[in-house]
Structure formats: structure tokens, C-alpha cells
């Protein structure tokens, strides 16, 4: 007879810092890995985006072009592209290599606080304070977005793509899921200003954070209330929130200078983690491996967990 396969391990939680980046760009807004993991984006208050190796702790790009701080930005999934957006107004598609800004698209009323690449890296989607989504081609030479989304009665404040789906977090308390195979518009109602949002791994369930110092777990489809988890603290700044890698996890940056990870299944706190005096800016975790970036004030930290070995090769 053949035996049950063991149970996976659970997963360590990054506790173990590997890596500071000094970004010298002022207050980092947002540090983003790339698709595979091996690189992270910082983007600057002094207008600037960075591009490391955050692994081993070295500076490859400096990017200027935007005329205003710089809150997010993304990489396509060949990372011969990035896309970022700024309190300028404005959405800027640059090229990897050259450091040039291949387009920039104007259309927004106000300050750009996230962008995200489609699958393919053919379309921008735009999320600003002005309540509207935009989606931009990336291959054509018009100047006005394909499509505008704008149901939200106040800023978005974080967008999410799926292989068919646009996620918005608003301001208005809503998080709204765009179907674009049916054209359905799916709107939950959180009640307090949306921070950041995003989708688990195996697509089923959305996680938004809000200025209630509160972190909720839907179901995607249904709109259920999975989950809460407390004892952060948001209630001024866009935190950002995550699942870890294996979907075991949910974290989000706190205003307290740490950041929390509780159990997804069990809601309570499985970690608290103290990064540094200030406000936790942004949040990224790595699409593998149990790694962290944290952005507080002008640097960026690299966290693992406890039985990573520095020395080696990070894969």
C-alpha cells in the first residue's frame, strides 16, 4: 500500500534582515519586486525610480522623467519595460535598458497612485485620486486611455490585475472587481477608506486594507467576510497589504513602524515585526520565496527567513 504524501511544511515568515538599501531618493513611496523576484523598483520622492538587486544589495538604473514625486510603479513580465505613475499627473512607460521613457500618458486629473502592466505588457492600468481607472495601450500611438473606469465616488488607491480581471481599492470604502470576459462590475462595500488591495495566489479570495486598522479576506465570487485581522495601526497613510507566497499568511505595513503577519486560516498574529521608527511606506513579498522588501522613510530592507544562509545564491 502506498503511504500519504507528508504534509507540506508551513512556511517561515521573513524574521531575518538580509540587506538595507540607502535609496538616496528621499521618502521611498513604493518598492516593488519584479515579476520573478530577482529585482525591485524604488520609487522616490525626489522624482526619481530606482532599479536594484536587492539580493545583494547593488544599484543597476537611476530613471528620471517624472516631473513630481513618483508613488508606484511596475515591471512587465520580460522586464524589458516599466511603468510608473506620479503626483505629476502623469503615467510614464519606460525602457528597461536604455532608461528612457518611451511614452507618457496624460489624462488624469490627479496625482497617479498605482499602476499595474496587463499579462502580455500590451496595456497600462492607472488607478489616481481624480476616481478613475485608466487603461492605456502601450503599443499604440494615441494619446487617450482605451478604457475608463470610473464608478469609484472618490481616489483610487490600489489596483490589482488578474489574467481577466481589474481589482480597485477607492477611498469612497468600496473594492470593485471588473470582469472583462463578462463585463461585470462585482462592488464590496468595506465601509472605511481602502488602502491597498490584492488577490490571493489561487485566485479565490481578495485582501483589502483600510484606514480602520483593519486587514478583511473575501471571497472573490461571493463577497464573504473570510477573515479580519487587527492590531496594526492605519488610519492615515495608503499601507499596503500581502499574502506570502504560499498563501498561509496575510501582512500589512503599520503606521507604528512595524509590520504584522497573521494566520490566514486561524486569524491570529503570527508575527510582529519591528523595522524602524517611522511609518512602513510599502511592502512587497517575493512571488517564491519567503522574502520580504520593506520601505520605510529614504531605505528599503531585504528580510528572509530565519534558516536563509546570507551567503548564498538567493535562489
Not at 55 to 67: D, E, I, P, V
Request: proline share 4%; aromatic share 8%.
Amino acid at each position: 500500500m502506498a503511504f500519504p504524501k507528508p504534509r507540506p511544511a508551513r512556511p517561515e515568515l521573513p524574521r531575518q534582515r538580509v540587506q538595507t538599501l540607502q535609496c538616496g531618493q528621499g521618502a521611498v513611496r513604493a518598492a516593488r519586486f519584479n515579476a520573478d523576484g530577482n529585482y525591485c523598483l524604488t520609487c522616490g520622492s525626489d522624482k526619481t525610480l530606482k532599479l536594484w538587486n536587492p539580493h545583494k544589495g547593488t544599484a543597476l538604473r537611476t530613471y528620471q522623467g517624472h516631473g513630481y514625486e513618483v508613488l508606484d510603479a511596475a515591471g512587465s513580465f520580460d522586464n524589458s519595460q516599466i511603468c510608473s505613475g506620479g503626483a505629476d499627473k502623469a503615467v510614464a512607460l519606460w525602457d528597461v535598458t536604455t532608461g528612457q521613457v518611451v511614452r507618457k500618458y496624460r489624462g488624469h486629473a490627479g496625482k497617479v497612485n498605482c499602476v499595474q502592466f496587463n499579462e502580455e505588457a500590451t496595456v497600462i492600468v492607472s488607478g489616481s485620486i481624480d476616481s478613475t481607472v485608466r487603461c492605456w495601450d502601450c503599443r499604440s500611438r494615441r494619446p487617450d486611455p482605451i478604457q475608463v473606469l470610473d464608478e469609484a465616488k472618490d481616489g483610487i488607491s490600489s489596483v490589482k490585475l488578474s489574467t481577466y480581471e481589474i481589482l480597485t481599492g477607492s477611498v469612497d470604502g468600496r473594492v470593485r472587481r471588473y470582469d472583462l470576459r463578462t463585463g461585470q462590475l462585482c462592488s464590496d462595500y468595506i465601509g472605511s477608506p481602502i488602502t491597498s488591495v490584492c488577490f490571493s495566489k489561487d485566485g479565490q479570495c481578495v485582501l483589502a486594507a483600510s484606514l480602520d486598522s483593519t486587514l478583511r479576506l473575501l471571497d472573490k465570487d461571493t463577497g464573504e467576510l473570510l477573515g479580519e485581522y487587527t492590531g496594526h495601526r492605519s488610519t492615515t497613510y495608503r499601507l499596503d497589504c500581502v499574502l506570502n507566497e504560499q498563501d498561509t499568511h496575510v501582512g500589512c505595513a503599520s503606521e507604528d513602524g512595524h509590520v504584522y503577519f497573521w494566520d490566514l486560516v486561524e486569524g491570529s498574529l503570527a508575527l510582529s515585526l519591528p523595522v524602524g521608527k517611522g511609518v512602513v511606506q510599502s511592502l512587497a513579498f517575493h512571488p517564491r520565496l519567503s522574502c520580504l522588501l520593506v520601505a520605510t522613510q529614504g531605505q528599503v530592507t531585504l528580510w528572509r527567513e530565519d534558516t536563509f544562509q546570507p551567503e548564498g545564491d538567493p535562489d
